[in-house]
Structures are given as structure tokens and as C-alpha cells.
């Protein structure tokens, strides 16, 4: 039985054709602005027949989409018949040559279709770059007559400013003008002012003059007196630093005669409390290490450092009888601590309160023992003066000192 094509699927194939051609470029469908295909901008038209384009547009490419539906519909009923045909090849034994043939014109118009169907996608594409590109000049010019708007009121806004400010303008010119006329009056009431006091400044003038003579006269008399005050100036600076010399002679020499009866002091107190480490001798001081003389975190002076500072007063009274009176000293003594804080529980805030409150104890032990309190002056220190920078017990040891220098008074 030969194969026969449907009635139906050619016309079907036609409307389909018929009804899209009108959107194929160049057949008249497009309009105008749509065709243009150079990328140059819409600048003319209103926006209203732009966005009516736009829309136009669009309704044609949903009519596109329609038509492809029908083409996709088409297409399905052709291979629907390819398949019946190839049953009835094989339910009747018509024979392969007049099948093949068959075969290939259906694969001719389907291949025909297929192009059909790749350039009209390419159609819609194409559409709707354009319909996008129509819409983005559509905003561009929505924005453009925006700006356009706002520089427009910004204008006026600076025309009516400029008017105010030419109003301002005006009034102060008028204001300025009448300032100046009140200027010009006051000048010349000033220029009378001024020949006035000229003329006055010109009679003092003459009798400044003579002044001066007078004071030229009364200047060369104190010249003279001055010279002769300077060469008086110069005896006595000369007198004054003759002086200095002798008393800078005076001090040395009683710097060295107390240096010695320190070195006599120092000896008999070396003697007298024998060789022992915890009394040594540091440059122009004699040094007693505080466990001799306090118990820890204390400003008692125990009974063995009573001992002690006993031995030390008696030799101090020696020694200080064969000082001669006009020779001033003082006997410092000086308290200092380790860097270890106090404890809460102590009676004293700081180690500073504790280095001078040892060595007030000293003072007031030396006092009752008998010596002079005008020879006698207690300093506290601290931790701030240490021996040893080191931070370990033996340095801590070493620092924990009283120290007795004999100075000038």
C-alpha cells in the first residue's frame, strides 16, 4: 500500500508559515525603528511611542512563541506518521526501495522544518535584544528628562537667589554711599584736628629742643662719673675674687682636716667593733647591715644593736673632742631598705616611712648617749639608693643598711 502524507500536516505546515513570515526581517513587519540594526541610540520620538513600540514588539514575539508551539506540534505529527508508515513497510512488505525513498523526502522536509524552526529562534532572539535595547533607551530617556527637570529647577532656584542677592546689593550700595558721605565729613573734621596739632607738635618741638641741650650737657657730667665708677667696679671684683680664692682655699683645706678626722673616726670604729663583714667601710661612709641594729620590718633597735651603736657613740665623742670648734660637721645618718614592699600588717605605708623611721631611732639612741643633736641629721632613702642592682636575697642582704657619713655642716 503506497504512503500517503495527511491532508492535514501540509496544511497545518502552511498556516504556520504564513503566519510568521510577516515577522521575517525585510518582509514589511518590523517597524521602522525596530529594523535598525547599527546599535545608534533612539534619541527622537516621544516616549510614549517608544514604549508603544516596545509593546508592540512584544506582542510579537508572544505570537512567535505561538507559532513555534504550532511548528513543535507539526513536527510531532511528522514523526508520528514516520513511525506508522514504517509499520505499515513492515505489515504489508512494501518494498524497501519505495520506503527508503519515502524516507528520505520526509527527512528533506524535516530537515527543511529544522532550519526553519533554528532561524526563526534566532528571529525571536534577536527581537528580544532589541525589545531589551528599546527598553534601556526608554529609561535613559526617562532619566534624561529627569536630569533635565532638576536642572531646570536648580535655575530657577539660582535666578531667584541672584535676584535676592541683587536686591541685597543694591541696599547695601545705598547704605555704603551714605557711610561714605559721613567719612568725608569726619575727614575733614580730622584734618582741622591735625593742622592744629601740628602746629602745637611744632612748638613742643623747640622747647624739646632745648631739653636736649640741657640733657646732652647732664649726659657727658655722668659719663665721667661712670668711668670712674667702673674703675671702682673693677677693684672691687678684683678684691671680691681674691676673696673667693681664699675661701675656696679656706674650704679645702676644711674638707681635707675633716677627711682626716674621718679616717681617725672610721679606724677607732673599726677597732672598736672589730673586723666583722656586717661593718665595712663604702667610699666617705661607714656601713652597718640592719639585721645588726633592727628586726625584720621594724624601727626598734634591738639590745645587741644598742651594743653596737654604744661602741659607735663613744668613739664618735672621742673623736669629736679633738675637732676643732670653728671646723663645721655633721654626722648624717642614713636609712635605706631592700625593694621587698612592706606587708599589710606594717605600721608603716612604704619603705620609705621604714628606712627614715631607722634612722631617726639611730639619731635619738646617739642623742641619749651624748652627742651633740646639732651635730646629728637622719635621712631616709628607701629602696631607691641600692648597693646592689641585683634581684636575689644576697643583694637584698646588702642593701638592707644604715650608713653614717661625717660631712660638712
Same mark, same amino acid.
Given at each position: 500500500?503506497?504512503?500517503?502524507?495527511?491532508?492535514?500536516?501540509?496544511m497545518?505546515?502552511?498556516?504556520?508559515?504564513?503566519?510568521?513570515?510577516?515577522?521575517?526581517?525585510?518582509?514589511?513587519?518590523?517597524?521602522?525603528?525596530?529594523?535598525?540594526?547599527d546599535?545608534?541610540?533612539?534619541?527622537?520620538?516621544?516616549?510614549?511611542?517608544?514604549?508603544?513600540?516596545?509593546?508592540?514588539? @512584544?506582542e510579537q514575539?508572544e505570537?512567535?512563541?505561538?507559532?513555534?508551539?504550532?511548528?513543535?506540534?507539526?513536527?510531532?505529527?511528522?514523526?508520528?506518521?514516520?513511525?506508522?508508515?514504517? !509499520?505499515?513497510?513492515?505489515?504489508?512488505?512494501?518494498?524497501?526501495?519505495a520506503?527508503? @525513498?519515502?524516507?528520505?523526502?520526509?527527512?528533506?522536509?524535516?530537515?527543511?522544518?529544522?532550519?526553519?524552526?533554528?532561524? %526563526?529562534?534566532?528571529?525571536?532572539?534577536? $527581537?528580544?535584544?532589541?525589545?531589551?535595547?528599546?527598553?534601556?533607551?526608554?529609561?535613559?530617556?526617562?532619566?534624561?528628562?529627569?536630569?533635565?527637570?532638576?536642572? $531646570?529647577?536648580?535655575?530657577?532656584? @539660582?535666578?531667584?537667589?541672584?535676584?535676592?542677592?541683587?536686591?541685597?546689593?543694591?541696599s547695601?550700595?545705598? @547704605?555704603?554711599?551714605?557711610?561714605?558721605?559721613?567719612?568725608?565729613?569726619?575727614?575733614?573734621?580730622?584734618?582741622?584736628?591735625?593742622?592744629?596739632?601740628? !602746629?602745637?607738635?611744632?612748638?613742643?618741638?623747640?622747647?624739646?629742643?632745648?631739653?636736649?641741650?640741657?640733657?646732652?650737657?647732664?649726659?657727658?657730667?655722668?659719663?665721667? +662719673?661712670?668711668?670712674?665708677?667702673?674703675?671702682?667696679?673693677?677693684?672691687?671684683?678684683?678684691?671680691?675674687?681674691?676673696?673667693?680664692?681664699?675661701?675656696?682655699?679656706?674650704?679645702?683645706?676644711?674638707?681635707?682636716? +675633716?677627711?682626716?678626722?674621718?679616717?681617725?673616726?672610721?679606724?677607732?670604729?673599726?677597732?672598736?667593733?672589730?673586723n666583722?663583714?656586717?661593718?665595712?667601710?663604702?667610699?666617705?661612709?661607714?656601713?652597718?647591715?640592719?639585721?645588726?641594729?633592727?628586726?625584720?620590718?621594724?624601727?626598734?633597735?634591738?639590745?645587741?644593736?644598742?651594743?653596737? %651603736?654604744?661602741?659607735?657613740?663613744?668613739? +664618735?665623742?672621742?673623736?669629736?673632742?679633738?675637732?676643732?670648734?670653728?671646723?663645721?660637721?655633721?654626722?648624717?645618718?642614713? !636609712?635605706? &631598705?631592700?625593694?621587698?614592699?612592706?606587708?599589710?600588717?606594717?605600721?608603716?605605708?612604704?619603705?620609705?616611712?621604714?628606712? &627614715?623611721?631607722?634612722?631617726?631611732?639611730?639619731?635619738?639612741?646617739?642623742?641619749?648617749?651624748?652627742?651633740?643633736?646639732?651635730? %646629728?641629721?637622719? &635621712?631616709?632613702?628607701?629602696?631607691?639608693?641600692?648597693?646592689?642592682?641585683?634581684?636575689?636575697?644576697?643583694?637584698?642582704?646588702?642593701?638592707? $643598711?644604715?650608713?653614717?657619713?661625717?660631712?660638712?655642716?
Amino acid at each position: 500500500m503506497p504512503f500517503r502524507v495527511p491532508a492535514a500536516l501540509p496544511m497545518l505546515a502552511i498556516s504556520w508559515i504564513a503566519f510568521v513570515s510577516p515577522l521575517v526581517p525585510g518582509s514589511g513587519g518590523i517597524p521602522a525603528i525596530a529594523q535598525e540594526g547599527d546599535g545608534e541610540a533612539v534619541t527622537d520620538g516621544s516616549i510614549d511611542a517608544i514604549e508603544a513600540l516596545v509593546a508592540r514588539m @512584544q506582542e510579537q514575539v508572544e505570537a512567535m512563541s505561538v507559532a513555534t508551539a504550532g511548528r513543535d506540534e507539526a513536527l510531532r505529527y511528522l514523526e508520528e506518521q514516520i513511525d506508522r508508515a514504517a !509499520g505499515r513497510i513492515e505489515g504489508t512488505g512494501e518494498s524497501v526501495e519505495a520506503a527508503r @525513498q519515502r524516507a528520505a523526502e520526509l527527512d528533506v522536509r524535516l530537515g527543511d522544518v529544522d532550519a526553519e524552526r533554528a532561524r %526563526l529562534s534566532g528571529e525571536v532572539d534577536r $527581537r528580544t535584544g532589541l525589545i531589551a535595547r528599546l527598553e534601556r533607551q526608554v529609561g535613559e530617556l526617562s532619566d534624561r528628562l529627569a536630569g533635565e527637570l532638576a536642572e $531646570r529647577t536648580r535655575l530657577e532656584q @539660582q535666578l531667584e537667589a541672584e535676584r535676592v542677592a541683587r536686591r541685597g546689593t543694591e541696599s547695601l550700595l545705598s @547704605q555704603t554711599s551714605r557711610e561714605v558721605a559721613d567719612e568725608r565729613r569726619e575727614l575733614d573734621r580730622v584734618r582741622v584736628e591735625r593742622d592744629a596739632a601740628i !602746629g602745637r607738635a611744632k612748638e613742643e618741638v623747640t622747647g624739646l629742643r632745648g631739653q636736649l641741650e640741657r640733657l646732652s650737657a647732664q649726659l657727658a657730667s655722668v659719663s665721667g +662719673l661712670l668711668e670712674q665708677s667702673d674703675e671702682t667696679v673693677r677693684f672691687q671684683q678684683g678684691r671680691i675674687s681674691d676673696l673667693g680664692a681664699r675661701l675656696n682655699e679656706a674650704l679645702q683645706a676644711q674638707v681635707e682636716e +675633716l677627711s682626716a678626722y674621718r679616717s681617725e673616726f672610721f679606724g677607732k670604729l673599726r677597732e672598736a667593733l672589730g673586723n666583722r663583714p656586717e661593718f665595712r667601710v663604702v667610699g666617705d661612709r661607714f656601713v652597718f647591715q640592719s639585721e645588726v641594729l633592727f628586726a625584720s620590718g621594724s624601727a626598734r633597735i634591738d639590745p645587741s644593736g644598742e651594743v653596737e %651603736l654604744r661602741r659607735l657613740a663613744e668613739t +664618735l665623742g672621742e673623736v669629736a673632742d679633738t675637732i676643732p670648734a670653728d671646723l663645721a660637721w655633721i654626722l648624717r645618718v642614713d !636609712g635605706h &631598705t631592700d625593694r621587698v614592699p612592706v606587708g599589710a600588717s606594717s605600721s608603716f605605708s612604704s619603705n620609705w616611712d621604714l628606712s &627614715t623611721a631607722r634612722a631617726i631611732s639611730v639619731v635619738q639612741f646617739l642623742v641619749r648617749a651624748g652627742i651633740d643633736p646639732v651635730r %646629728l641629721a637622719a &635621712t631616709g632613702f628607701g629602696e631607691f639608693q641600692p648597693l646592689d642592682p641585683r634581684d636575689d636575697e644576697i643583694a637584698y642582704r646588702r642593701n638592707r $643598711r644604715i650608713e653614717f657619713k661625717l660631712t660638712s655642716g
